[in-house]
T-cell receptor, first 107, second 112 residues
Framework: GQSLEQPSEVTAVEGAIVQINCTYQTSGFYGLSWYQQHDGGAPTFLSYNALDGLEETGRFSSFLSRSDSYGYLLLQELQMKDSASYFCPHNGRGPRFGAGTRLTVKP | KAGVTQTPRYLIKTRGQQVTLSCSPISGHRSVSWYQQTPGQGLQFLFEYFSETQRNKGNFPGRFSGRQFSNSRSEMNVSTLELGDSALYLC???????????FGPGTRLTVT
């Protein structure tokens, strides 16, 4: 079957570093993506990992370990505007987004 | 380049009715996916279309159906509406399956 697990909520303070973990189970895995969705907005693409390792895009980095069916999103120098929901859909047998992780950044 | 457009943006229906939602993908994108979003449930995958063929389907009852046209535009239909169908329905397009998805603003459906 297919499954996706992320923490439901994460809270951190401005300027800190936070890591959002994601574990998945699927057949026909093609890669792991990360999306951000602010309240009232549509999800927007952040990053994509097809191979093992770390991808860095500015303050955001994403990591994938296919052997462990595990990935994470690392957000550095947190800003208030980073408060949002984060999803890690995998691309096996149709994209699966799940419930996501609600990140709250406090001053 | 214009983004993904969805029509209508808001819709109010009564139980038992049916509804059709439309999605126009970004020009050149051939893959369209549909999602249902409700508070606490995140984004639930409905279907994925590519080149007029349904490639994948989520765990929704047969009341939910969709199709894709030759110009990549897509529609989804929900028949015999239930109160629980009230949700934000999001459409996303991509160049192809597995590629970065671009989301439309969604259609807010309220079933009374």
């Amino acid at each position: 079957g297919q499954s996706l697990e992320q923490p439901s909520e994460v809270t951190a303070v401005e300027g800190a570093i936070v890591q959002i973990n994601c574990t998945y189970q699927t057949s026909g895995f093609y890669g792991l993506s990360w999306y951000q969705q602010h309240d009232g907005g549509a999800p927007t693409f952040l990053s994509y990992n097809a191979l093992d390792g770390l991808e860095e895009t500015g303050r955001f980095s994403s990591f994938l370990s296919r052997s462990d069916s595990y990935g994470y999103l690392l957000l550095q120098e947190l800003q208030m505007k980073d408060s949002a929901s984060y999803f890690c859909p995998h691309n096996g047998r149709g994209p699966r987004f799940g419930a996501g992780t609600r990140l709250t950044v406090k001053p | 380049k214009a983004g993904v457009t969805q029509t209508p943006r808001y819709l109010i229906k009564t139980r038992g009715q049916q509804v059709t939602l439309s999605c126009s993908p970004i020009s050149g994108h051939r893959s369209v996916s549909w999602y249902q979003q409700t508070p606490g449930q995140g984004l639930q995958f409905l279907f994925e279309y590519f080149s007029e063929t349904q490639r994948n389907k989520g765990n929704f009852p047969g009341r939910f159906s969709g199709r894709q046209f030759s110009n990549s535009r897509s529609e989804m239909n929900v028949s015999t509406l239930e109160l629980g169908d009230s949700a934000l329905y999001l459409c996303a397009s991509s160049v192809g399956p597995g590629n970065e998805q671009y989301f439309g603003p969604g259609t807010r459906l309220t079933v009374t």
